[in-house]
Each structure stands twice: as C-alpha cells, then as structure tokens.
C-alpha cells in the first residue's frame, strides 16, 4: 500500500453484520463543520448522507443528530416525522423535527442513508461532539445486486474460480456468491442464461450450503445425519440448517459434481466465516470412528496490496476531498461493480476509474478465495 495514502476497507457478514476495519482508521475524529450551504439538510434535495442502508442506516441517523447544538450549544431533540421521495426517485429520505430551547417552531433536517458524503452541520446549528461517524458497512441490498451481476458476467469465463471451500476432504461449502456463480454458468450452459434483476427469488436470498461427505466403512456407507455451524466459543453460529434431500442437491448445486449419499445443509447467511466449526453427526459411524466430526474455517480477511489514489493538478479543489465507494473484491483481487455512495459527478467517476488500479489480497476460508462486498474511501491527491 502506498505510504501517506489512508484508505478504509470494512467487510461485513450480510447475514450477522459483523464489520472488521482492515486498514488504519483516520488519525483524528471526523470533525463537525457548518455548511456554507443555508440548504444543506434542510431540504428533501439536499439532505445530510449519513449511510448505513436500512440495516444500519437508523443508528447512524441518531448519532449524526445527537452531534448536533443550538448555535448557542443548546441541546437539541428530535422526532423522526415521515419519510418523503429523494430527487433520483428510487430511494427515500426521512424527516426529522430538530427542536432546542428558545425555537419558536421545529426545525426539518432530511437525512439519507443510501449515500453517504463528507457530513457538515445544517446551516444555524453547531456540534458538541465530532460526528464519529466513520464509513458505513456495505450495504447489503446494492451487494447483492453487485454478487448477481458479477456472477452471471464470469458465468462464461472458464477462469473465473468457482471452486468449493474444501472441509478436510470431509465436505465442502458453497458461500452465496459461489451459488448464484454455479447457478449463472449451469445457466448459461443451457443456454437459457440469468438475469440480473430477474434472479429468483430462492437464489437472490443471502444463504450457504454445507455438503458433508458419507464415510466408507468396509461393507457400508454412512450417511450424515445433522451439519450445524459453532463459533469459537461452542455458541450456534447460524439458525438451525435446513437439511435437503438428495434429489434436492442438484436443484442447488446445478452443474456441481457431488459424491452419492452426500447430505446438503442450507443455512441463512452469505458466507461460513473463519472461526466456525462445522459440526457433522454420523448416528451410525464407522467402527472406531466418532458419531460427531469438527471441520474446523480457517478465515483471513482482504487486504490491500496497491491502492494508488486520483491526482488532481495543483491548486484544485478537489485534493485532500474524498469519495465513498461500494464495490465487490473478486477472486483474483479486483475491485468489481463499483458503485459511488455519492459526491460530484466527475469526482464520482474519476474516484470509481481509479479503482481499476487497484490491487487486493481477497479474503479467503480454508485457501479459498472469496468475493467481498467492500466499502472504500478514496482521497483526491495532488499530482506528483
């Protein structure tokens, strides 16, 4: 990584929003500046972009509220309104009625949680506290739509990895992302290929599927009968699995050679995490052989190798400014469908062209790589 360049990568588990820093944190607190903009907040148009997607979105709202003063440092209180349409029409902003000692009536503030932006302060407030806020986890509704269309663009691609995470050679795993890439391809095979706002609605679900393997005995085969998934501390770290019958394998991995008797677990979230324990129950083992076998993940999370920022020439404006962005870290370590959270046009687009520069160590289970939902901060430099 570049030296000087600060660059802040968080990934997250869509299904347990767990959110892991993998690079240092700003040196000093997001500050709290008042707009020179007497719209800024103040209308549906222009509204404070806090972040976070509805997952997160209604925490983030608070804090950036409770940073807020008088302009004389009264406290302020607030009451979340109504929700109104944004201008790009496909998304909301919520209204908030802002009140302190001394206002004759409310005050509308109009915060977004779909982008996020530098955040300054509505014109006629102050802050008792910076804003703290930090970059939001991805959002997992746009990286869904960003694992699909990734997925169904490398269906064709005989290079793109769409191997298994290997359990000890007692099973493997299929993350999301490896489910919707083998339903794409199988697809496209048949030449009936997916689309990617028509994905069904099974697949588009966040899920994993858990295959463990029979064990051979000398004149016998034993199937599993029970896969759950512990955390470090022996916790259930996933709602009990659905098991699927045989005939249901291939319906959910299409295309996937899978040895007979092998029995498929679904479980409710996007990815096995380094740490699990797969816990596998043979009620009929093997002579001399375990009724319950622990197939321990093994995760290390991406980390950025080059991360080469845009310049600007001398004097511009736009240096030391910076843009967030969404985008998928993909097997070989590129940044994928990235997506601006918000900011300028042109400093949008030359913030997302400069991620073609870019290089990542992806994340990985077990030495399998996986696709990462990431989001980036992406400061404007001056030119050498």
């Known amino acids: 990584m570049r030296s000087g360049a600060f660059v802040a990568l968080l990934l997250v588990s869509l299904a347990t929003a767990e959110a892991r820093a993998q690079a240092p944190a700003p040196t000093s607190p997001e500050p709290c500046v ?19 997607s509805p997952l997160f979105g209604a925490a983030r709202q608070r804090r950036y509220l409770e940073s807020l003063k008088g302009p004389d440092g009264e406290p302020v209180t ?3 309104s109504s929700a109104v ?10 209204r908030y009625e802002v ?18 932006t530098e955040l300054l302060a509505p014109r006629g407030f102050t802050c008792g506290q910076p804003f703290n806020l930090g970059l939001p986890p991805p959002d997992p509704f746009m990286a ?26 007692a099973g493997v795993a299929f993350d999301h992302f490896r489910l919707v890439a083998a339903a794409a391809r199988f697809a496209a095979q048949s030449g009936f290929p997916l689309v990617a706002d028509r994905v069904p609605a099974e697949l588009a679900k966040p899920h994993s599927v858990i295959v463990a393997f029979p064990q051979a005995c000398e004149s016998r085969v034993v199937r599993a009968a029970e896969v759950k998934l512990e955390d470090p501390r022996g916790r259930q770290a996933a709602p009990d699995a659905v098991h699927a019958s045989p005939e249901a394998i291939a319906r959910l991995l299409p295309g996937v050679a899978i040895p007979a008797g092998s029995v498929a677990a679904v479980f409710a979230m996007d990815a096995p995490r380094g740490g699990i324990t797969v816990k596998v129950t043979y009620p009929d083992a093997c002579s001399g052989a375990t009724e319950e076998r622990n197939l321990g993940l093994e995760g290390t999370g991406a980390r950025l190798v080059d991360s080469p920022m845009p310049t600007r020439p001398a ?13 998928i870290v993909d097997s070989a370590g ?9 900011g300028p046009p042109d400093l949008s687009r030359a913030a ?10 992806p994340a990985r289970v077990n030495g399998a790589a996986m696709a990462s939902p990431v989001v980036l901060q992406i400061t404007f430099v001056a030119a050498p």
Do not use: C
């Open 315 to 327: 004097g511009d404006a736009a240096i030391g400014r910076w843009i967030a962005v969404q985008a």
């Open 85 to 94: 349409p944004s201008p790009d029409g496909e998304t909301l902003v919520d």
């Open 78 to 80: 607030f009451t979340r």
């Open 99 to 116: 009140r302190y000692a001394g206002l004759e009536t409310p005050v509308d503030i109009y915060l977004d949680w779909y982008h996020y």
């Open 144 to 169: 869904g739509g960003q694992f699909a269309r990734l997925a169904i663009a490398d269906a064709s691609n005989p290079q793109a990895s769409m191997a298994p995470i290997e359990l000890a050679g």
């Open 352 to 361: 997302v062209e400069a991620l073609a520069g870019w290089r990542v160590e």
């Open 334 to 342: 590129r940044f994928r469908e990235a997506t601006a959270l918000g």
């Open 34 to 52: 008042a707009s020179p903009d007497p719209d800024y907040a103040r209308t549906p148009a222009n509204p404070a972009k806090v972040g976070g």
